[in-house]
């Protein structure tokens, strides 16, 4: 079975429209991640999220929000997309946050902004 | 094994002291990264290599594509350096990314 899971896989959309890309985790984990890979393979955290709190990396524009409904699912909310978006971007997951483990990642989605 | 294999696990050093950290790997990468996780849980992105040094303020990583390996190092270090530091290494045959398990440092003052 797979740890973490991402849908879609690949996603193709037109600049100005919302997208969302899912993430889910079998693994009972506290702490999930997102990863945006710039086309460079460049990989830069975007959000840490466990049940308390929600850690934003800086320089993420406000046009993504996380959402977790629950504990197993870190969906990522794109609005007004734009072309710079293009990118790979991964979710992880692992245990109690303020111990670091070993991150588990999803397969990646490829975002393809036009 | 893990393909991603760090040294030390745990490293606990005097203020000042010079620091390395060692990252090995036994698959064909394109890329591997450097990565700090503070207590707090926040990580940051220190440096990505394909081949040869790299330089931040205190902080230098090196890799060596034959050998395998690469290091972060730390001069004069700080107390304020004390994070779990990860690398991670970034596959050419499939683009995935394998973390190492950390390497847990300790500055004390």
């Known amino acids: 079975d797979t740890a973490v899971s991402q849908t879609p896989k690949y996603l193709v959309t037109q600049m100005g429209n919302d997208k969302s890309i899912k993430c889910e985790q079998n693994?009972?984990?506290?702490?999930m991640y997102w990863y945006k890979q710039d086309s460079k393979k460049f990989l830069k955290i975007m959000f840490s999220y466990n049940n308390k709190e929600l850690i934003i990396n800086e320089t993420v524009p406000n046009r993504f929000s996380p959402k977790s409904p629950d504990k197993a699912h870190l969906n990522l909310h794109i609005n007004s997309l734009e072309l710079g978006d293009s990118a790979v971007y991964f979710c992880?997951?692992?245990?109690?946050?303020?111990?670091?483990?070993?991150?588990?990642f999803g397969p990646g989605t490829r975002l393809t902004v036009l | 094994k893990n393909e991603v294999e760090q040294s030390p696990q745990n490293l606990t050093a005097q203020e000042g002291e010079f620091i390395t950290i060692n990252c090995s790997y036994s698959v064909g990468i394109s890329a591997l990264h450097w990565l700090q996780q503070h207590p707090g849980g926040g990580i940051v992105s220190l440096f990505m290599?394909?081949?040869g040094k790299k330089k931040h303020g205190r902080l230098i990583a090196t890799i060596n594509i034959q050998e395998k390996h690469s290091s972060l190092h730390i001069t004069a270090s700080h107390p304020r350096d004390s994070a779990v530091y990860i690398c991670?290494?970034?596959?050419?045959?499939?683009?995935?990314?394998?973390f190492g398990k950390g390497t847990r440092l300790h500055i004390l003052p």
């Open positions: 693994l009972g984990h506290d702490t």
């Open positions: 992880a997951s692992s245990p109690p946050h303020l111990s670091y483990n070993e991150q588990f």
């Open positions: 991670a290494a970034l596959l050419n045959r499939d683009d995935k990314i394998i």
């Open positions: 290599l394909s081949s």
